[in-house]
């Protein structure tokens, strides 16, 4: 049984600032990569960032310069620091973890239930 629970949406101006967090829990024996996704109605679920447990990561193009993703493995939690953002990064945020769990040989990808994040003036 393992658990993502995400925090930190809400309403910014554009230009603003926002932290978003996701904490895992449950019985985990490890956690591979970790990432941020974004979805609006009518669109496809996007990548927007993930990052190795070693601290390497990767964004999408959209937000480059703008996001920077960080992790903490003693806390198994993930976090999401956006800065200039535009009302184009209005979308339900979505954390993801890689995990391998008790009682499971392959890894297995997790869900947060996402946090809404509004860019308006």
């Known amino acids: 049984q393992v658990h993502l629970v995400e925090s930190g949406g809400g309403l910014v101006q554009p230009g603003g600032s926002l932290s978003l967090s996701c904490a895992a829990s449950?019985?985990?024996?490890?956690?591979?990569?970790m990432g941020w996704y974004r979805q609006t109605p009518g669109k496809q679920r996007e990548f927007v960032t993930t990052?190795?447990?070693?601290?390497?990561?990767d964004y999408a193009d959209s937000v480059k310069g703008r996001f920077t993703i960080s992790r903490d493995n003693t806390k198994n939690t993930v976090y999401l620091q956006m800065s200039s953002l535009k009302p184009e990064d209005t979308a339900v945020y979505y954390c993801?973890?890689?995990?391998?769990?008790?009682?499971?040989?392959?890894?297995?990808?997790?869900w947060g239930q996402g946090t809404q994040v509004t860019v308006s003036s």
């Open positions: 449950g019985w985990i024996v490890s956690i591979r990569a």
């Open positions: 990052i190795n447990p070693d601290g390497s990561a």
């Open positions: 993801s973890a890689v995990v391998a769990a008790t009682s499971e040989y392959s890894l297995n990808t997790y």
